[in-house]
């Protein structure tokens, strides 16, 4: 028994570290890519063509004074991004490990329940920082991310009727001869851009709409906690692209294929956002509501009413 529960702590220590690092050179692959859109560079000085670039931010940012406000809630303040922090390292214990020191059977679930969580996180971390431009950002981010999670369980759920499972690595088993890609397209696109809202990235960014709202919900943290929430933001960045690949682009396997297709939707994220303006707030709930709603219990009716015709 102590033996499993050492295994399980230094694999979770292992992932955990392995998640860190993708991270950060996920914020270099992100500052390079829309530095070449932007025709520049991006960082080159620090290491060779600027490798060592985010292990200097990471650096810079946790020995940096921790300042905070006076009138903040100040506890809650400085807790909230180690929360977000926590939750989003949580979801990936959902990834499907062989050596199955979790086993979970209903990942889904799992995965939603989290996701819900981390909105609390947003709407605390805004309201406590006390200031109105912060508490309108997470306002933003509350309203966004609990109407993208009604869409993107709706998406989800179509692809558990066709397995008729919870667990995600039965996905690779039903992918052998074709990819959920090919068979649902037009959902797919409606996950990913739930996904990109579900994450605050652009174009659904309100949640950070510098133009107005100076920097959103995290605009009075700076050092560490600024990178903590930054960290958390990444890490599902990478998780979503993980969810994606498992569900619609042939499953999960311990391959280099399955790497680079992870890191060709993480490169999605970042292109979307060097290539698309933010988009207005009205219309983008106007577009959860009012086309992905439809769309997506549109497809799970059919595909139940597929599975009960081909039983």
């Known amino acids: 028994m102590m033996n499993d529960i050492k295994m399980f702590i230094m694999s979770m220590l292992i992932m955990i570290i392995g998640v860190l690092v993708g991270v950060a050179f996920l914020t270099l692959l992100e500052r390079k890519v829309l530095g070449y ?27 940096k004074e921790q300042i905070f406000p006076n009138c903040s809630n100040y506890m809650v303040y400085y807790f909230s991004p180690v929360v977000s922090f926590i939750i989003s390292l949580m979801i990936w214990m959902l990834m499907p490990y062989y050596f199955n020191m979790i086993s979970f059977n209903l990942g889904f679930l799992f995965f939603l329940c989290c996701m819900s969580l981390g909105v609390y996180t947003v709407m605390i971390a805004g309201w406590s920082s006390n200031s109105k431009y912060t508490l309108l950002g997470g306002l933003r981010a509350v309203a966004q991310t609990i109407s993208y999670e009604v869409s993107l369980s ?33 959902l797919s696109m409606c996950m990913l851009s739930s996904m990109m809202a579900e994450t605050n990235r652009t174009p659904f960014d309100f ?14 943290y700076s050092s560490g906690g600024f990178a903590l929430i930054f960290l958390s933001e990444y890490s599902s960045i990478l998780f979503m692209s993980m969810l994606f690949v498992l569900i ?47 769309v997506s219990l549109n497809f799970l009716l059919f595909f139940i009413g597929l599975k009960i015709f081909l039983l």
Request: aromatic letters at 20%; hydrophobic letters at 50%.
């Open 37 to 63: 859109i932007q025709i520049r560079k991006g960082p080159n000085k620090v290491g060779f063509l600027g490798i060592l670039q985010p292990f200097s931010d990471a650096i810079k940012l946790f020995t």
């Open 154 to 186: 709706l998406i989800m759920l179509s692809s558990i009727m066709l397995i008729m499972d919870f667990n995600l690595l039965k996905f690779l088993n039903y992918q052998e001869m074709i990819w959920f890609l090919f068979m649902m397209i037009p």
């Open 207 to 220: 949640a950070e709409g510098e133009s107005e709202l100076v920097s959103g919900f995290n605009l009075e």
């Open 248 to 294: 619609y682009m042939g499953g999960y396997s311990l391959k280099l294929m399955f790497y680079l297709k992870m890191l060709f939707i993480s490169f999605m994220f970042v292109w979307v956002r060097g290539t698309l303006p933010r988009y207005r707030y009205d219309k983008l709930m106007y577009m959860c509501w009012k086309n992905y709603l439809p």
